[in-house]
């Protein structure tokens, strides 16, 4: 079935440090969605990437879609501790399925 | 607004019971999905659901079960609850076109005793 890598599992930074995760798969992505998820929340959708290359951003986070649409990162500038949570990135199937990826925890120290 | 609701968000069973877990959405999605979520593993798709009627099994199937019988409600059954089924476990909707981007329940904590 479709797989996709993230790394790193676990991200401790300073606040105010910059902070990136990956997604890599062996095949090529039809489209790229990110969620975050607060420490006892839920899931909730950031951003779908669907252009090779695309890179999109939302205030200090930024989102890219690799050239060969097999890898993607979410990159946070000068993180906050606003910033804390589990990030997943997730690969669509044509009818809505998700797969998701294991998910980098960032840690923010104050 | 629309939203999305899951009951109860805790509960606590003892082994061999069965338990269903209730999912509800308002958003009019066609589609939903039932996931679990242990440390280590991420989000793993239990089972889902393009319309009323259809289901499908997701990677963890064994011992759950869902219904579809109308476009609100997915109800999640554990037909005879194991202590490996102790977990929270997210229901989740989305459109039957376009992006696909879900939108996820407040999750339900299960423990099996």
């Known amino acids: 079935g479709q797989q996709v890598m993230q790394i790193p599992q676990y991200q401790h930074v300073q606040e105010g440090e910059d902070f990136t995760t990956y997604c890599n798969s062996s095949t090529t992505l039809s489209n790229i969605q990110w969620y975050k998820q607060r420490p006892g929340g839920h899931p909730v959708f950031l951003i779908q990437l669907v252009k090779s290359g695309e890179v999109k951003k939302q205030k200090r986070l930024t989102f890219q879609f690799g050239e060969a649409k097999k890898n993607s990162s979410l990159h946070i500038t000068a993180t906050q501790t606003t910033d804390v949570g589990t990030y997943f990135c997730c690969l669509g199937s044509t009818l809505g399925r998700l797969y998701f990826g294991r998910g980098t925890q960032l840690t923010v120290w104050p | 607004d629309a939203e999305i609701t899951q009951s109860p968000r805790h509960k606590i069973t003892e082994t061999g019971r069965q338990v269903t877990l209730a999912c509800h959405q308002t958003?009019?999605?066609?589609?939903m999905f039932w996931y679990r979520q242990d440390l280590g593993h991420g989000l793993r798709l239990i089972h889902y659901?393009?319309?009323?009627?259809?289901?499908n099994k997701g990677e963890v199937s064994d011992g759950y079960s869902v219904s579809r019988s109308n476009t609100e409600d997915l109800p999640l059954t554990l037909e005879s609850a194991a202590s490996s089924q102790t977990s929270v476990y997210f229901c989740?909707?989305?459109?039957?076109?376009?992006?696909?981007?879900?939108?996820f329940g407040p999750g339900t904590r299960l423990t099996v005793t």
């Open positions: 958003w009019n999605h066609n589609n």
């Open positions: 659901s393009y319309g009323v009627q259809d289901t």
């Open positions: 989740a909707s989305s459109e039957s076109y376009g992006g696909y981007e879900q939108y």
